[in-house]
């Protein structure tokens, strides 16, 4: 009730009717005014009547709300123009009075103004008048005295609504109309009730008077009082005003409905969400399993398919027929042949879905039944929660309509529990099981809500429905229930649930998100072929957008939801049906029609919301039906109204306190709002109700707006025309309205336009859409005609009961119903021809012309103008019907759909049977309920356990039996084989033919019995399918609830009898636990939970049940995981060492996984905190701990390990508490055991951690990370070991492995490492632990000692002696006490992998012992390192040593730091010993050892002043020992060969203080123990020793290394070994020519301290000479090569006077012509090779006094092996020797002559040699000129000397092999043919110096000495010339083309004689052979 009357949003209207009041204030509106007039409460009489006061409470109560509303100031309801008068005259707004006369003359003047309009202006005199005579003359009394005030436009807007200012001729018309149009019946309506639709347009417009200018009322002069001017019309009331009347805030409530909707709506944390998310769950896993076993069965009859492969095979046979002929044939058959693969993949297959069905599904299936009872439970408990929903949902009783009022609280849980399930209704459900359960729940649960919830909650329902997907007409229409009669808040429940499904649902696509349709492909969406489809309205565009239309409901949902909707109750109660349904308009108030006016409003403007809300193409037809509800609301209110009016002109009386004017406004207003809206809705066919709203019952004034504004409807908007129109301005644009704004709805009315229609307005391209709609609107009305004329007229009631009377009559005055629409059809026929016809548009047709069809009468009164009305159009029946208003009323309200009726209340019954209170206390009873259900359960699992091994042996069976259905049988056939026959005959007879095969065979037995099997299998499939009984889940179900139920009861009530029971309870459950129930899931599940609740509660921690718990878990082993749990003996600290003791002789390998789940739960340090047990119980704890080690055995099973691994636990935790009470025990404990093998490894990994001494030994790549390490080890997080107990740890340790070593004969013969192998990591690094702690500790106590202290060196050799005794009994060699007796060795060769691990930690505690010692000892100081090469000499190096046992102890010593040792002579002596003595091995060792020392280090006193004598002797004893080591290739191919290291620090050791015996009986010893090859080798060790000895015979050394060895060093014998080798062929020539060449490069490098240096290259000779001498022992061939690679050497190493030695030792020593000729040339060349000697001053004479050839008889050979070779420097530099022998011209001559020879015969080979010609042609032109220079005169020559220099020049004489040509002065004399080698750079400087001589020596016996004197160029000068200048042209000698200019200019210069040739050559010479360093010399 209270929702009935108070709206939700009373806050919110608060606040908004404090805006409007503020609003109010500052612009005051004159719709109070108008609204008050009718608000008041008086009648304005004397004496009011009954009625009257009854209206006046009325309107005391409106007054009273709007006082609350408005000011003071709006409270007054007068006419504008009494307002004005007022607020003219009286400014103060005081009452005046006014005389009782005033009333009469008021009426008076009023009665002759009637027919006048008048504008009033408002008037500046004042005026008193009595508010009573105003209330009379405007028909509504005055309650108040202050009197709005109006604005000018608000007067002229009341003066257009004034209902008294109106035409008299347009009533009279209407009235005359009203007339025609009554069919011999009293007229029942109003006078307006019979108004035409469209009223006579020209008739109203001529009798429209000008308006009249606003006049000032003045005073008269014989007049008391001015002219009361004429009423103003009534204005409506606002939408605010009429809320008076309707207060309800329905469109606003919306808002905070959806609010508090939303707060309740959300419930996806709620408990009932969850237990239905989960049954979806189990739902979608039980359909996967169900659709995975399809595939199964699928897959399986696939491969049965594939199980066989059947062969087609063929046989041929032959024989003989009775015709004596030939014949064959064959026979086909199939072979089969089994597929074993698709066998084996059968038989997989057969197991998984055996597997799946009676797991994976079973369980889904139990799950799934169990979720769905779960639910059913919660629903139950739900609606048992209280007595209302337990009635109504429970008892199946209709609760009473009113409520406690308190109930309200009651039904929070049901509304979140009806959200829930509206969540899920959201959802996309594949699932129709489950969606049809979410449905019916629902179902039961709104049925409930129904019966007892409030309009709220109903509404709570609504707003869910509207949040939901589409298609909710299906299931949600019942849901929506609203009764209007009999029902307080029937009408609120109605119009704010119309509210709601009018409005937009807010949050709908959130509350839709799980709908949201995934992402369209661009690629099948825009693909032709794809089908999609786009929605478009009827202009062809696209309605709606397909991303956001699925949020939308469909339109029947919505018709659906609408039909809800009992509008015909509402309907009655807004008409006043009484409660018995009887409808009496005649007793209706002016208040209550006022009522009906705002209440219409309200649901109008409700309905409007609608309109605009569903304004979609989808929406057309449920926006037709708000639209035809629009319409029925005017009808129902129009039909009321016109009643109304007919009571009130019948009784006469004025009506009060709202006049019929003033209703009418009201109505009209109604009306026009209405329209307005409907016309808003564009597009979705809802103006067609336009042509069926009720007209008749409007205002002259309304029609014409209305008309209007539906006239411009289409361009202009409504709203906005209607608030600015004006009566009179509606009659003037009608005026003017052409034919192309013919409202299209009302295509009846065709305005012409000139005389013309038709097409005219058209013919703009924009228009012909319009035109287009109009011809379709127009063939639509006419098909519409067409099809109505066809039916049958229905009877009105009235003809009915008439029938009888008018039979016999005539026929009517009007057209029937059938007969009016084929007039209608025709008249639209011609409309569509009209518009057709292109002649109208010219004006001037001849109408009567016109063919019948055109209708040519009615056409001329339209081309006139004629304004008459049609009245054979118009449906009289139709209207005779309007005025049976009452009638009609009652028959509409019974044509409105019925409402599904509410849902029936589903009866439901507890889901399963409640839990006695009385059995949770009695032990008796719970077992009883217990043990009941547990049957059930327990009978269901062996069921299901039998049923899936029947499965499982039928499966075997069928693959058993599957191999054996088709098989290869031997069979036989006669083939009857007939020839073709002979003459036209057939064959005689046919041939016999038997032939024999295996063919395809099916056991037709088999086959029966594996559709047998197959029957069988689907039968327990189909069983093993389906899901459990009711009772089964019930009995689960009812055990948890009686188990929680108990449990509730325990923690509230903890007493012994229900812990008792809750005990009982739980050994009870654990009873019935079998194979079966483990085996079925279901089953499995339901136990294990029942007992975790109950051993969690009830038994864990229970002292009294440690002991009868471990005895159940140890009887019956399958509980183990069940029950372990909640076995917790550290409850029962006095039994714990006991139960500790029976698990442990429990332990075997079968019952591990038991062994452990109770070890786990011996919670061992709690046991230890807590009730600190003594350390007797502690013993036999660690003993039994100990026991159960050995009884795990050395190596344990796999299944053991994990109980294993918490005995390891157990056995460190005992070891640590109160450190060290059992470490001696534990010691001993592991000792004994190990050594027997009786412990697993694992457990010294466990011990050690716990002694923390866990972490890895160090590495010994890098010391400061082994420092870390070893920090890190011996100082770890926890140290358990005090430095006592290490040292005492360490002497046991040592002590008991020594006597376990000598304790029998096996350890004695093979050593500890055969049992203890497996240890010896553990054991290592216990080891190691125990020796860095001791090294540290010691060390740490001589942190203050000096370096190199005493004590420091006294507590290196104990710790080094501790050290040894400890790893004695492991890797030391033990004498027996008979010496006769072998030795005890270590180790095995097949142990040697486990020793190699001792004697690396051995090595590694050597190592540490050195790191910790080295900085406290000075460089002499015997340190560890010493001291453990000495132990190693003196215990490892026996003769008979095995070799296994020195491989490893090398292989580990050798990574000690020996580059840190400093060996000593006492060392060195025992290094010699072993070379002499030990074996090899060891030799080796000591040999890489000492070879690491760092040598430079040892021996840095040799290069003090006074070195030591020791030094001598160590210098001396490290040369002995590496050309001892040298030799063996063990150390030589090491990788990172420390010797190849020392060898390479042989250039930095002081070898000068090795004597020189010493020196030679090293050399000795290499001549006998190294091959001669030694030279050759390429390893890098030979390389290496030669250098060494090199080096240490002085080669490469500094100045002072050869002080002791003398001036005259010998190499190490090469060249010896050489030659050896090529003489015996075991050197190839290029490895000869290598060492030849290091030979030389050896030479080079000697640097003789002598500095003279004629006998440093003396010196240097020599050692030339022994190297050449390898040439004069060669082979020919060999000699060869060595010359080859001996020139190549010259050209590459030597320059300057570097040259000379060797230039003398190949001029001494060269046994060869050839050979010398080629080096001295060589070295001639090379003497030029760097910077020129010129610029030193030497020139050539270095070389010339170098080559002496020393044997004078081989001098002419010498000569002519050199012009033979080309080797023309050794030449010139003979010539040269020859010329400083014999200066005078004789000789002169003589070696001109011979230049002259040489130069004809010699022939430069290649551009390399052709510079070497110039210093022979300058040498020839200085030695012409030296023998012309006495020749004074160019011509001619005088004497001999002229006539040889001459022949010089020009000898006839060719030489062989050149060119043809007559002389030098030829180019091709000189090699410049084409074919040349010559380079070109040498043909210019030929060509410039023949064209030189040809223009010098011009003819034979001619030459030009003289410059200046004019050239005489002969014909081959000429011609020279040219072909110079021609070089210039060719672009092979585009780079000289400067020298060949320069010389053609210097050649014709007549400046230039002979003389200047050299200056010629030398010009030439400088720019093209600038590098060329032995012509520097002629430049």
Not at 213 to 235: F, M, N, S, T
Not at 402 to 413: A, I, L, T, V, W
Not at 631 to 649: G, P
Not at 1898 to 1906: F, S
Request: aromatic share 8%; hydrophobic share 40%; net charge negative.
């Amino acid at each position: 009730m209270a929702e009935a009357v108070k709206p939700r949003s009373g806050a919110k209207s608060g606040r908004g009717r404090a805006k409007e009041k503020k609003k109010k204030r500052e612009e005051p509106k004159a719709e109070a005014g108008a609204f008050l007039s009718s608000a008041a409460p008086s009648q304005g009489r004397s004496s009011p009547s009954a009625c009257a006061q009854e209206e006046c409470l009325t309107q005391v109560r409106l007054q009273k709300e709007t006082s609350e509303r408005e000011p003071a100031n709006e409270m007054c309801d007068v006419p504008s123009s009494a307002s004005a008068l007022v607020k003219e005259g009286s400014p103060g707004g005081t009452q005046t009075k006014l005389p009782a006369q005033m009333e009469e003359s008021g009426v008076k003047a009023l009665e002759e103004e009637k027919e006048e309009e008048v504008v009033v202006e408002e008037s500046t005199a004042p005026l008193n008048l009595p508010a009573a005579s105003l209330g009379e003359i405007t028909g509504s009394p005055l309650p108040c005295t202050t009197l709005p005030v109006r604005s000018e436009q608000e007067q002229e807007v009341a003066d257009l609504q004034n209902p008294l200012v109106k035409n008299p001729v347009a009533r009279s018309s209407e009235e005359a109309l009203a007339a025609a149009l009554t069919p011999n019946k009293e007229v029942r309506g109003p006078i307006g009730a019979s108004q035409g639709f469209y009223p006579n347009l020209a008739l109203e417009l001529s009798r429209e008077r000008p308006p009249v200018l606003a006049l000032k009322p003045q005073l008269p002069k014989g007049r008391l009082y001015p002219v009361i001017p004429a009423e103003p019309e009534l204005a409506p009331f606002t939408r605010e005003q009429l809320k008076l009347f309707e207060p309800c805030s329905w469109l606003e409530n919306v808002d905070s409905y959806a609010e508090e909707f939303e707060g309740v709506a959300h419930q996806d944390r709620h408990e009932f969400y969850e237990l239905l998310l989960n049954y979806w769950r189990c739902r979608k896993q039980l359909l996967l399993a169900e659709a995975k076993l399809q595939a199964t069965s699928s897959d399986c009859w696939s491969i049965r398919e594939r199980l066989w492969t059947f062969n087609n095979e063929q046989q041929s046979a032959q024989g003989v027929c009775a015709d004596q002929c030939k014949v064959s044939g064959h026979h086909r058959y199939q072979t089969v042949e089994l597929n074993t693969g698709a066998l084996g993949e059968l038989k997989r297959l057969f197991e998984e879905q055996a597997e799946h069905v009676h797991q994976t599904l079973a369980l889904h299936l139990y799950t799934s039944v169990l979720s769905r009872l779960q639910v059913e439970s919660y629903i139950y408990g739900l609606l048992s929660s209280s007595a209302l929903l337990r009635s109504a949902g429970i008892q199946q009783q209709e609760p009473a309509l009113k409520q406690p009022e308190n109930s309200s609280g009651d039904f929070g849980p049901l509304k979140e529990c009806i959200s829930v399930l509206f969540s899920f209704t959201r959802r996309v459900v594949e699932d129709l099981q489950f969606q049809s359960d979410i449905l019916s729940w629902l179902q039961r649960l709104v049925s409930v809500l129904q019966r007892v919830g409030s309009p709220g909650d109903h509404l709570f329902l609504l707003n869910h429905i509207l949040r939901c997907p589409a298609g909710v007409s299906g299931w949600a229409v019942p849901f929506i229930q609203i009764r209007v009669l009999g029902n307080p808040s029937g009408v609120f429940h109605f119009m704010q649930s119309l509210a709601l499904l009018m409005s937009p649902a807010k949050g709908r696509a959130e509350f839709m998100c799980h709908m949201k349709p995934c992402e369209r492909q661009t690629s099948t969406s825009s693909a032709p072929e794809s089908g999609n489809w786009t929605l478009v309205d009827e202009g062809g565009e696209e309605d709606e957008d397909p991303d956001t239309s699925w949020v939308l409901l469909l339109e029947d949902d919505l018709i659906a939801l609408l039909s809800q909707f009992p509008f015909h109750e509402l309907f009655q109660h807004m008409l006043g049906f009484d409660s018995k349904g009887v409808y009496a308009p005649e007793k209706t108030t002016p208040h209550e029609m006022m009522k009906v006016f705002a209440f219409a409003n309200s649901l109008v403007e409700l309905l409007a919301v609608g309109l605009e809300t569903f304004n979609r193409a989808r929406y057309r037809q449920f926006v037709k039906r708000i639209g035809r509800l629009i319409r029925m609301t005017l009808c129902h209110v129009s039909d009321h109204w016109a009643q109304y009016l007919s009571c009130a002109k019948n009784s006469g009386s004025t009506a009060l306190p709202y006049s019929v004017e003033k209703l009418q406004v009201e109505f009209d207003e109604l009306f026009l709002r209405a329209v307005l809206h409907v016309l808003k809705a564009k597009r979705l066919g809802v103006w067609l109700f336009m042509s069926e709203m009720p007209y008749g019952t409007l205002s002259s004034s309304m029609l014409w707006k209305l008309f209007s504004i539906m006239h411009c409807a289409e361009s202009e908007n409504p709203g906005k025309l209607c608030a600015t129109m004006r009566l009179a301005d509606c009659k003037r644009e009608l005026k003017g309205t052409p034919v192309d704004e013919t409202s299209i709805r009302s295509p009846g009315l065709l305005l012409p336009v000139d005389g013309c229609i038709g097409k005219r307005f058209f013919q703009s391209p924009a228009q012909l859409s319009l035109l287009n709609d109009l011809k379709q609107r127009l063939v639509e009305a006419a098909d519409f005609h067409h099809a109505a004329s066809k039916a049958l007229r229905p009877m009105s009631p009235a003809e009915c009961s008439e029938k009888t009377a008018e039979k016999g009559c005539g026929k009517p005055d009007y057209l029937t119903s059938p007969e009016l629409h084929c007039f209608a059809l025709r008249l639209f026929n011609v409309c569509v021809l009209w518009l057709d016809e292109e002649s109208f548009q010219k004006g001037d047709t001849y109408l009567p012309s016109l063919p019948k069809q055109y209708d040519a009468h009615r056409l001329a009164k339209i081309m006139q103008n004629q304004q008459d009305l049609w009245m054979e159009f118009v449906n009289v029946e139709r209207i005779q019907v309007q005025y049976e208003a009452k009638e009609r009323i009652v028959s509409n309200l019974q044509k409105y759909d019925t409402p599904r009726p509410s849902l029936a209340l589903q009866p439901m019954k507890a889901p399963v049977p409640v839990v006695s209170p009385s059995s949770l206390v009695n032990q008796s009873k719970a077992k009883e309920l217990v043990r009941a259900n547990l049957s059930i359960l327990q009978h269901h699992a062996k069921t299901a356990a039998i049923r899936e091994s029947q499965q499982v042996a039928f499966n075997s069976e069928t693959l058993d039996t599957l191999p054996k259905l088709y098989t290869n049988r031997e069979e036989q056939v006669v083939l009857r084989l007939e020839c073709r026959g002979s003459s036209g005959k057939p064959c005689q007879g046919a041939a016999l033919v038997t032939i024999q095969f295996e063919g395809k065979y099916k056991n037709e037995a088999v086959g029966q019995q594996l559709h047998a099997l197959k029957k069988e299998v689907k039968l327990l499939q189909a069983e093993a399918t389906k899901p459990p009984s009711l009772g089964v889940v019930e009995a689960a179900v009812h055990l948890e609830n009686f188990i929680t139920a108990l449990i509730n009861l325990y923690k509230s009530q903890p007493v012994p009898g229900i812990h008792r029971v809750g005990i009982s309870l739980f050994f009870a459950v654990a009873g019935f636990v079998s194979d079966e129930t483990q085996r079925h899931p279901p089953t499995r599940q339901f136990f294990s939970s029942c007992i975790e609740i109950l051993g969690q509660v009830f038994v864990a921690g229970s002292k009294s049940e440690c002991r009868p718990l471990l005895q159940t878990i140890l009887k019956n082993r399958r509980l183990c995981n069940l029950l372990s749990p909640y076995f917790t003996p550290v409850a029962s600290p006095d039994e714990f060492v006991d139960l500790y003791e029976q698990v442990v002789l429990f332990l075997s390998d079968d019952n591990s996984d038991v062994i452990f789940m109770l070890l786990t739960k011996f919670d061992l340090p709690q046991w230890l905190q807590s009730s600190k047990p003594s350390l007797s119980e502690r013993t036999r704890l660690l003993e039994s701990v100990h026991l159960a080690l050995k009884t795990c055995g050395f190596e344990p099973e796999e299944d053991i390990s994990m109980p294993f691994n918490l005995f390891c636990k157990h056995w460190t935790c005992l070891l640590r508490y109160q450190f060290p009470d059992h470490y001696s025990s534990f010691l001993q404990l592991l000792m004994q055991s190990s050594s027997d093998q009786l412990l697993c490894p694992d457990c010294w990994k466990a011990s050690l951690k716990a002694l923390g001494c866990s972490r890895k030994a160090p590495k010994k790549d890098g010391r400061e990370e082994a420092a870390t390490e070893r920090a890190a080890l011996s100082t770890s997080a926890e140290t358990l070991l005090s430095t006592e107990q290490v040292v005492e740890t360490v002497e046991w340790l040592s002590k008991f492995f020594l006597r376990l070593r000598l304790s029998s004969r096996d350890f004695q013969t093979f050593g500890l490492f055969s049992k203890w192998a497996p240890y010896i990591a553990q054991v290592k690094r216990f080891m190691e632990y125990l020796v860095n702690r001791l090294v540290d500790s010691e060390a740490a106590s001589l942190a203050q000692e000096p370096v190199g202290s005493g004590d420091i060196l006294a507590a290196l050799q104990s710790l080094h002696s501790v050290v040894t005794q400890l790893f004695a009994p492991w890797i030391q060699v033990l004498q027996q006490e008979d010496a006769s007796k072998q030795p005890c060795y270590p180790w095995l060769e097949s142990d040697a992998p486990a020793a190699s691990q001792m004697v690396r930690l051995f090595a590694d505690s050597i190592g540490v012992l050195h790191e910790s010692f080295k900085d406290k000892l000075l460089p002499g100081h015997q340190g560890t390192l010493w001291l453990h090469l000495m132990h190693y000499c003196q215990t490892c190096t026996a003769p008979k040593m095995p070799e296994h046992i020195l491989y490893t102890l090398h292989t580990e010593f050798a990574r000690l730091p020996w580059k840190e040792m400093h060996p000593d002579q006492q060392l060195m002596e025992e290094f010699f010993k072993v070379e002499r003595g030990s074996p090899k091995s060891c030799f080796l060792f000591l040999g890489s050892v000492l070879c690491e020392v760092n040598w430079v280090s040892v021996l840095s006193n040799a290069w003090h002043a006074h070195p030591p004598p020791e030094t001598h002797s160590m210098i001396v004893c490290l040369l002995y020992m590496v050309v001892l080591l040298a030799k063996e290739q063990q150390l030589v191919t090491k990788e990172e060969s420390p010797l190849l290291n020392l060898l390479g620090q042989t250039s930095s050791l002081p070898w000068h203080f090795v004597g020189i015996l010493s020196y030679q009986s090293i050399v000795g010893y290499l001549n006998s123990h190294y091959p001669p090859t030694i030279i050759l080798a390429k390893e890098p060790a030979a390389e290496l020793i030669v250098k060494l000895l090199k080096v240490a015979a002085g080669f490469g050394a500094s100045s002072d290394s050869l002080v002791h060895l003398g001036a005259s060093p010998r190499p190490a014998r090469p060249v010896h070994f050489l030659s050896v080798l090529e003489k015996n062929g075991k050197i190839s020539l290029s490895v000869l020519e290598q060492e030849m060449c290091k030979l030389l490069d050896d030479v080079i490098l000697f640097n003789p301290p002598d500095p003279d240096v004629q006998a440093r290259h003396l010196a240097l000779s020599s050692l030339f000479t022994e190297v050449l001498m390898m040439l004069n022992n060669a082979s020919v061939s060999t000699a060869e090569s060595l010359r080859v690679a001996l020139r190549s050497w010259i050209g590459a190493s030597v320059h300057g006077l570097g040259v000379m030695p060797l230039l003398i030792a190949a001029c001494q020593s060269l046994a060869s012509v050839r050979h010398m000729v080629e080096t001295t040339e060589a070295c001639v060349t090379a003497y030029f090779n760097e910077d020129s000697p010129l610029s030193q001053g030497l020139g050539w004479g270095p070389i010339v006094a170098a080559l002496q050839v020393s044997r004078p008889l081989t001098a002419e050979d010498f000569l002519q092996e050199c012009l033979s070779l080309g080797s023309y420097l050794t030449l010139y530099v003979f010539t040269l020797q020859r010329l400083n022998a014999e200066q005078t011209l004789a000789n002169e001559m003589r070696v001109l002559l011979t230049l002259s020879k040489w130069l004809e015969e010699v022939y430069p080979s290649s551009s390399q040699d052709e510079a070497k010609v110039f210093l022979w042609w300058q040498k020839v032109l200085q030695l012409c000129l030296l023998q012309t220079g006495k020749v004074k005169a160019a011509y001619p020559a005088a004497g001999a000397e002229s006539s040889r220099c001459q022949t010089c020049f020009a000898r006839p004489r060719r030489p062989q092999g050149w060119p043809r040509g007559s002389d030098l002065r030829d180019p091709r004399r000189v090699g410049l043919g084409r074919k040349s080698p010559l380079s070109n750079r040498f043909r210019v400087v030929a060509r410039s110096m023949s064209a030189f001589l040809l223009v010098q020596i011009p003819v034979e016996n001619q030459i030009r000495l003289r410059p200046g004197t004019e050239l005489q160029l002969s014909a081959k000068a000429q011609q020279a010339l040219q072909a110079l200048d021609s070089l210039a042209s060719n672009k092979h000698y585009a780079v000289y083309q400067e020298q060949i200019s320069q010389a053609s200019l210097f050649i014709k210069d007549p400046e230039h004689c002979l003389g200047h040739g050299s200056n010629l050559l030398a010009i030439l010479l400088n720019t093209l052979y600038p590098e060329v360093h032995y012509l520097d010399g002629i430049r």
